[in-house]
């Protein structure tokens, strides 16, 4: 034998304190992020999904589940739904029609398109059971967002949706290693715009709701870079698909347009076309699945005073689009067209 | 398969367990075929090439020693004519196959541009030839193993498959360490026992590596602004400053890490690899910054091109002092080594600069006074002081075409000048900032104690506790995701 | 050749043309290089000095700083190879 191994008990001490160490350390450091006010020193946990705002959504969803507040629903989509949806609003105008309360929780995603919202609903259904997800969308919805490419190969969105990885199973178990994510991504900005807006999602209120206010003047030169389509995508009915394929979990879907500020959409060349596009699209998945669309962009329901720009509500509009929200849901549970499930517990 | 990516450690781990129940014999074809797998993993051409590669200066050698036994020792060595020739024409067809490798794609342009000014299509997708991954380095070894087989430095008893191995052995198939053949050759059929010692520096010398290359170099690689190599222009001079030292720590710790893993890795199978990497940082001179730098690359060049180049001159005016014969080896051997980088201009400015600058230290070497050593000199000295000003010159102004092309490395020195304004932007430095912290504390250490694996002769429960850390950095390391800009639009 | 003749030989040529000092009192187990008296390039003129003057030629990879740091391991390299 030329070559010939020989090993010496003992052997791998170090290597066995070591492990001990480092079970130890991990313990004390899962023990201090968990004590209150040092959270709160910190910034709000990441993902590893490339988006902030994602994160943000998920840090105050979990805040108010870990409350013991049971969320009735959680409205997720793009920008729009993060500043045009005021879920306080909505629990107004539902419980002055129906007398019960109802909670809602706003997850507007900035960017975030149809895949995104698919791959969040599954994640948010499975670890928050809520009553009813409404997607809020539109068809500038039609492609796919920025950040979905992101968030659908997550780790911890793949681990959720039984995919198993170990970044996925310790994202979604440690709170130290969350907070790593985040505080690592902040130290790796390196300019202050991207850092500016990697700060911005920290005004979002504890319900998701981050409004705007007053207006900011825009160029409608920019809506000739429309992200719309005159052909429906199949990554976008596929992504409705398994929206809806939610319901097998005690959830009711909803889907809401989001609309456009109406000086807007009337300008926009072509705006009328995409949009039926993407309704007949939408509507053809929906066809006998129990689910509705509510149609928005021809009700005109937010003034030209309410908007932020051309697409995003400011505040004043938010209230008024969701206290519309919140009476119709109101009146479809109450006629029965709508019907919401009892639904379990919302605490994972 | 990557040597940091877990599918090597699994890779590893399999060889090692077949290696140690299989009998001596079979050890070393276990090896090279662990090691052609490898190879295949990143191209099957690639192991076609080496294997070519490997028979040619099988039989090559077989001639060379023949024609050797066949001539009797004359005096000096034994060095004939006719053996001479022989031996030079084997180096020239391992460095014509190199070049065609490493040309191809710079003549084929060359070529396509010829062809397309005639009208002919564009064909040139069907001659596209890629560089076998590796083939610098094995070239050198092959070369490596002719010259020793002309000096009689290698065993009689070497075979085929001893030279296939020596070529292909996977741990420095990528990247090295270049070994000569005459001293790793021996090794292969030594009879080692590996014991605790040997395992646990092995292991050492991975962490070590996986440090450098995951918490250091990779960190630090991903924080370099992505245009700072094409248009240095935009940056102030305190961040070309700033930008280079961590891409010149960047690239340190990855070729030390490398290196670190391929010897551990090789140290748990008995084969004991050459150094690279001695903390080269802490040199006085630049010529002794070549002695710690790539050593197996600085060595080959100084034992198969300065050395016998060196020797070739002195022949003629044997004058240490006689400035052609400092001047040209130094020159022609930093110019090859600049060349074996990367066919461009670039490199051959670089190499010759540092060509240049080496000659001048040598210059000033031999004309000092009668029996100074630098080294006792106390470090304010001005001619201390005086060397390590040189080092500045050398980072800042020689080193820079290795890494710019001839018109941004203009450009680069003329910013460093002139661009002091406006001032940097520090936000990006923070995390650059914390990865020298362990980059520092590594090399510091090991330089103080002159031991790489200093380390193990610490206090067990202290090695417990970097242990512990080195996992912990490791992990967190690959989990430093930067946040891309283009979530980040705002509004 | 006496193993003497051939240090004092290798003495003088280093004194006087690598250490640039005829008078140096240089000891036969002095480190050379490791103590930067020389540095390791001189080590092809030991070489050349070597062929021309003793008629033995030492390989480039024996001319190493590990193997000719001493006038005590030059001479010694030296006497193995030398003619009869």
Same mark, same amino acid.
């Given at each position: 034998m030329e070559k010939s191994i020989h090993i010496n008990r @003992?052997?791998?001490?170090?290597?066995? %304190?070591? +492990?001990?160490?480092?079970?130890?350390? #991990?313990?004390?450091?899962?023990?201090? &992020?968990?004590?209150?006010? &040092?959270?709160?020193?910190?910034?709000?946990?990441?993902?590893?999904?490339?988006?902030?705002?994602?994160?943000?959504? =998920?840090?105050? =969803?979990?805040?108010?589940?870990?409350?013991?507040?049971?969320?009735? +629903?959680?409205?997720?989509?793009s920008s729009r739904v993060l500043h045009g949806v005021d879920p306080n609003a909505i629990r107004k105008a539902y419980s002055n029609i129906t007398g019960s309360d109802f909670k809602c929780q706003n997850f507007g995603?900035?960017? $975030?398109? $149809?895949?995104g919202s698919a791959e969040?609903?599954? *994640?948010?259904?499975? *670890?928050?059971? @809520?009553r009813l997800i409404i997607i809020g969308t539109g068809f500038m919805d039609i492609g796919v967002g920025l950040p979905d490419n992101a968030i659908a190969e997550s780790p911890i969105v793949r681990y959720n949706s039984g995919d198993f990885n170990f970044d996925g199973w310790i994202t979604s178990s440690s709170l130290a290693f969350r907070d790593y994510l985040a505080e690592i991504s902040y130290l790796a900005i390196d300019n202050a715009h991207t850092q500016n807006d990697f700060l911005l999602y920290n005004s979002t209120k504890p319900d998701g709701f981050l409004p705007l206010n007053g207006h900011k003047a825009d160029n409608l030169q920019n809506w000739n870079n429309l992200n719309a389509h005159n052909k429906i995508k199949t990554v976008f009915t596929r992504s409705v698909k398994k929206i809806l394929a939610l319901k097998k979990e005690n959830t009711q879907i909803l889907f809401i347009e989001m609309p456009l500020r109406t000086s807007t959409f009337k300008a926009v060349p072509h705006a009328g076309g995409y949009r039926r596009v993407f309704e007949d699209g939408i509507n053809s998945v929906l066809q006998n699945s129990g689910s509705q669309m509510w149609l928005t962009q021809d009700l005109n329901i937010v003034p030209e005073s309410g908007w932020y720009e051309s697409n995003h509500m400011n505040v004043d509009g938010a209230e008024t689009f969701s206290t519309w929200v919140g009476e119709q849901l109101g009146q479809a549970v109450k006629d029965g067209s709508l019907i919401l499930p009892e639904g379990s517990q919302t605490n994972p | 398969m990557s040597i940091t990516s877990l599918a090597f450690a699994g890779f590893v781990l399999a060889v090692l367990m077949l290696y140690y129940v299989l009998p001596g014999k079979s050890q070393k074809f276990l090896l090279l075929a662990a090691s052609y797998i490898f190879y295949i993993s990143w191209d099957w051409r690639f192991a076609i090439t080496l294997a070519l590669v490997t028979v040619f200066n099988f039989f090559f050698s077989r001639s060379l020693r023949q024609l050797r036994s066949q001539e009797t020792a004359p005096s000096a060595g034994g060095r004939s004519k006719k053996g001479k020739r022989l031996l030079w024409l084997g180096i020239l067809i391992n460095l014509a196959a190199l070049l065609f490798f490493k040309q191809s794609g710079f003549f084929l342009h060359g070529f396509q541009a010829l062809l397309s000014r005639l009208g002919f299509p564009n064909q040139i997708g069907i001659l596209e030839i890629l560089l076998p991954v590796g083939m610098s380095f094995y070239i050198l070894q092959a070369i490596s193993f002719l010259v020793d087989t002309y000096q009689n430095q290698i065993p009689a008893t070497v075979n085929f498959m001893d030279l296939a191995l020596y070529l292909a052995y996977f741990p420095k198939l990528l990247s090295g360490p270049i070994e000569r053949a005459?001293?790793?050759? @021996?090794?292969?059929?030594?009879?080692?026992? &590996?014991?605790?010692?040997?395992?646990?520096?092995?292991?050492?010398? #991975?962490?070590?590596? *996986?440090?450098?290359?995951?918490v250091i170099a990779d960190v630090l690689a991903a924080r370099i602004p992505a245009n700072f190599f094409s248009s240095p222009s935009t940056f102030s001079s305190i961040e070309l400053i700033f930008w280079w030292i961590a891409y010149i720590i960047s690239l340190y710790n990855d070729f030390a890490g490398y290196t670190s893993i391929a010897r551990g890795v090789s140290g748990l199978f008995g084969i004991e690899l050459s150094p690279n990497f001695d903390n080269p940082f802490f040199s006085t001179s630049i010529t002794e910054l070549w002695n710690h730098w790539h050593m197996s690359l600085s060595q080959w060049l100084r034992n198969y091109v300065y050395m016998p180049l060196s020797r070739y001159m002195l022949r003629f005016n044997q004058s240490g002092r006689y400035l052609p014969n400092i001047i040209v080896p130094a020159l022609v051997t930093m110019v090859l080594s600049g060349l074996w980088h990367g066919e461009s201009w670039n490199f051959v =400015? %670089?190499?010759?600069?540092?060509?240049? %600058?080496?000659?001048?230290?040598?210059?000033r070497t031999v004309y000092r006074p009668a029996g100074e050593n630098l080294a006792n000199l106390p470090p304010w000295h001005p001619r201390r002081i005086f060397s390590w000003a040189g080092f500045l010159i050398v980072i800042f102004l020689i080193a820079i075409p290795f890494k710019f092309d001839i018109a941004n490395s203009i450009v680069f020195w003329r910013s460093l000048v002139t661009n002091w304004f406006p001032p940097p932007s520090l936000l990006g430095w923070r995390l650059p900032l914390i990865a020298f912290i362990p980059a520092i504390f590594i090399d510091w250490i090991q330089f103080g104690k002159h031991d790489e694996l200093i380390f193990i002769r610490w206090k067990p429960i202290v090695q417990s506790v970097l242990l512990a850390l080195c996992v912990l950095l490791i992990f967190l390391a690959f989990h430093a995701e930067p946040p891309q800009q283009f979530i980040y639009q705002g509004f | 050749m006496e193993l003497k003749e051939i240090k004092d030989k290798l003495k003088t040529f280093i004194c006087k043309e690598l250490l640039n000092n005829p008078t140096y009192p240089l000891q036969d187990e002095e480190p050379l290089i490791t103590s930067g008296l020389m540095d390791s390039f001189s080590l092809a003129q030991i070489g050349v000095f070597t062929e021309i003057q003793f008629n033995v030629y030492i390989p480039d990879s024996d001319l190493t700083v590990d193997a000719m740091n001493t006038v005590n391991q030059m001479a010694a390299r030296i006497q193995k190879d030398l003619p009869a």
């Open positions: @003992p052997f791998g001490k170090v290597g066995l %304190w070591a +492990c001990l160490g480092l079970l130890l350390f #991990i313990g004390a450091a899962e023990a201090v &992020v968990h004590i209150k006010p &040092v959270q709160a020193q910190l910034l709000a946990p990441g993902t590893a999904n490339m988006s902030r705002s994602f994160d943000i959504q =998920l840090d105050r =969803l979990n805040a108010r589940v870990e409350q013991g507040e049971r969320i009735d +629903c959680i409205f997720i989509g995603v900035l960017g $975030m398109g $149809m895949k969040t609903a599954g *994640l948010l259904a499975k *670890l928050y059971h @809520p | 005459g001293s790793f050759l @021996p090794k292969l059929s030594e009879r080692v026992v &590996v014991d605790n010692q040997r395992i646990t520096e092995s292991i050492t010398r #991975i962490l070590i590596g *996986l440090v450098r290359k995951i =400015l %670089w190499g010759a600069l540092m060509g240049i %600058w080496i000659a001048a230290e040598r210059i | -």
